[in-house]
């Protein structure tokens, strides 16, 4: 039953009521409005406003529109539990939200206790958790995997709203009572994959139970009993689900995370290091081939410096030796030959009676142009035959050290 009233503030005017609403209901003058029995047909926007029964042009304005919807179905509410997975010491906070939130509801907290014959599960009624004002609950000293559900009520007689889908606090805790491994067992798999479950403890019956990253909830159809408490999944589905065992005296066992990757994900996990491994080989043997390089040119340029320093430091030792005996220049004409001019020495007292006389001296000539014949001549030919004589007329008179030469060709 719902009853909505119409006020008007102010005076003590004796007022006349007019309602207006989008729904089917047809409302009287009354200043309230009573539905004895709601259906959907109810639903729809309310308003009223007043006039005067002294003077009838004195009217109010509409009221604010006020939103009335009926349903068939109970509301469902909504739970959530804070945190999802268990921590020494820490406490679990319930929060269960009505679907159309409204004053006046209670709220309920039930454990959810495995029932494998019903293949469902029953609820039991927390501490001090009926009929709680807070839509919060809290629990203390919470150790092991356990289930909640709420559900909220109102009115006289009390009209409740259906049970909450079950949500789930995990510990990954292995305890005596009931545990669950996992084979293989490792951090991610594969949709290829297959999984066994075992489930251990001290009981005959076992399901497994699985909660979605989706925040879907259900009993593990696709796992296959291989007899006794041990499953197989040969078919894992892509995405995290958490998975856990529930024994027939309702016990539930430690919480396992599995994360499913597709096949592709599979060849990616190959593929990525293998060409990240090649390109830094290539790399690095390009740097090594840099350096190499490198240091070969290094090494070149270090042996033609010091070969050239030799060269230049042998050149320039011969050049000494000879600078003061050798007398070199090359001789003009056609023929490309350079003269090497060494004297004998003066063996006379350097006075006239040594003026003409005949010098011998070595004459050296050396061919530059590789076509051209090499040649020597020896100027000691004392009959006058020589190729170099002197020649008074020609040249003037030799004094001293200093000769005068001529070249015949």
Known sequence: ???????????????????????????????????????????????????????????????????????????????????????????????????????????????????LSEKSSSYELLPDGSGTAQDSYIIHGQTHTAGYVCRAGRGDPEYHTDHSQPKFVWSADVHSAASLTVSPDRVQHFTSDSVSLTCEGNFTEWRVSKFSEKGFFSHCCDCQKLGGSSYKIHSLQEGVTVYWCESGSGELSNAVNITVRGFGSKIGSFIVPFIIGLVSGIILVLLLLCCCRKIKDLCCNSLTQSQSTN??????????????????????????????????????????????????????????????????WRNDDTDGSSDYEDDDHETGSARGRGHTLTRKC
């Open 1 to 115: 039953m719902i009853t909505l009233s119409c006020e008007i503030q102010g005076g003590d005017t004796e007022w006349e009521y007019e309602w207006r609403t989008t729904s089917s209901y047809k409302p009287s003058n009354q200043s309230e409005l009573r539905v004895d029995s709601t259906s959907p047909s109810n639903t729809g926007h309310y308003k009223c406003r007043g006039r005067s029964k002294r003077a009838q042009d004195h009217i109010t304005e509409w009221s604010f529109p006020l939103n009335l919807t009926v349903s068939h179905n109970k509301p469902r509410p909504v739970l959530t539990v804070s945190p999802s997975w268990l921590s020494p010491g820490a406490s679990v906070t319930l929060n269960c939200e009505v679907e159309h939130p409204s004053a006046g509801w209670s709220f309920y907290w039930y454990k959810a206790v495995p029932d």
């Open 311 to 376: 060269q230049n430091s042998a050149a320039q030792q011969k050049a000494n030796k000879n600078e003061n005996n050798v007398y070199s220049s090359l001789l003009p004409g056609d023929c490309p030959v350079y003269e090497i001019i060494r004297s004998s020495g003066n063996t006379g007292s350097g006075g006239p009676a040594d003026e003409h006389r005949n010098v011998t001296s070595t004459l050296e000539l050396k061919v530059i142009d590789e076509k051209t014949d090499f040649r020597k």
